[in-house]
């Protein structure tokens, strides 16, 4: 850690302390405090300079209300991806600012950082009216509190991809403009809380707690191989509309998060989402391609392939992964009808990361039974 993240870490500690009365001890995994919990608190945004200097492209103003998000998430005992939905939401919204409204005149008595003009809407989260109060609203506490509270009502919202999880709470005419600040929001999350890097506290990955590793082993064949997820094949392999659909399709109920494991010992040979399809967002019938996906190569020049992961895979070209390594979570990226994972394996491929085709792709299912791990049985 740097002399840098050090100095944000203990400002961010001691403003939410500030901001709080005293009484919220802000948890520095880093610096090995104890956890605290986060009084109840609610107090209009601090008059004067804000305590807490600028992260990244973050001001000191927005880097202080993030913290106060964060610290909020924390004493709410809200999951730690909630706290990434949170500070995207606010980003879009206000550029994480608390900003009155030029049509509501109480607005402009109480502490803001900018002025909107969107309907009747203030405050970090552009809150209305049903929201609470103006001066309530303008409260980066309070406002924080009620996100949260609308984000712990949505039934699966941390398996999700984040735009989702925030339209459920904001409503906006723009839904998906929330998913473009998912990096931002997970690089300012770790940085106010004095980490390296989200992983460290669990805001990544829609359904690992505390980062893939929290997910845990499998059990592993005696032929060294594994199933990729646990799961019904829906679609089989063979033609499809005059096309070869090379793999299966595996699903079952809430399936949208679930871990993708890597079906055997290999390296990685490609990570890329299609330029021709959608990426981190719901794709359909009428894209092509796999969205998201990973190559992995194993001995004997065998390659699988794992296709519609919700978001970028957590693994990188070059890696060596062991079998039952999580390498991304499930989705519905590229071409698509419904969350779920393609599951490909091809045999004798030569070298290079755009050999596996058509030509060397084989039916998962028996080659994987013969392996000793079956796939789910078909719906």
Known sequence: MNRRSVALGVAV?????????????????????????????????????????GAGAWGSAETTNAATIVAVGRQRQVPPRGYVIALATAMQE????????????????????????????????????????????????YAAGKFYEALLRVDGWQRMRLTDAAQAVQR???????????????????RVLGLPNIGDIGGGAPTAPCGTDDLGPVPVGPGGWVQPIRAT???PFGQRGGRLHAGV??????????????????VVEQVKCDWYTTCDRDGNTS??????????????????????????????????VTAGTVIGFVGNSGGSSGPHLHFEVHLNVPPGPYHANGGNAVDPEPWMRARGVPLGTRS
């Open 94 to 141: 206000s550029t994480l600012r608390n900003l009155a409204n030029a049509t509501v005149p109480e607005s402009l008595t109480l502490p803001h950082e900018g002025v909107g003009r969107d309907h009747d809407s203030v405050g970090l989260f552009q809150q209305r009216p049903g929201w609470g109060s103006v001066r309530e609203r303008m409260t980066p506490t």
């Open 287 to 320: 894209q092509r391609g796999c969205g998201w996906y990973v190559d992995i190569r194993h001995p004997g020049d065998i390659v699988t392939r794992y296709c519609h992961m919700i978001q970028r895979p957590e693994v990188s070209i070059g890696q060596r």
């Open 172 to 190: 906006s005419g723009y839904p998906e403009e929330y998913q473009k600040w998912e990096d931002d929001a997970e690089q300012l999350a770790a």
């Open 13 to 53: 500690l001691a403003v939410v302390s500030l901001v709080c009365g005293g009484t919220v001890g802000l948890p520095l995994v880093m610096f090995g405090l104890a956890q605290a919990e986060a009084a109840a608190c609610e107090v209009p945004s601090l008059p004067g300079p804000s305590p807490i200097p």
């Open 233 to 235: 094949i829906v679609s």
């Open 249 to 266: 399709d595996m699903s079952k109920a809430d399936v949208r998060g679930d871990a993708i494991r890597a079906a055997s010992t290999g």
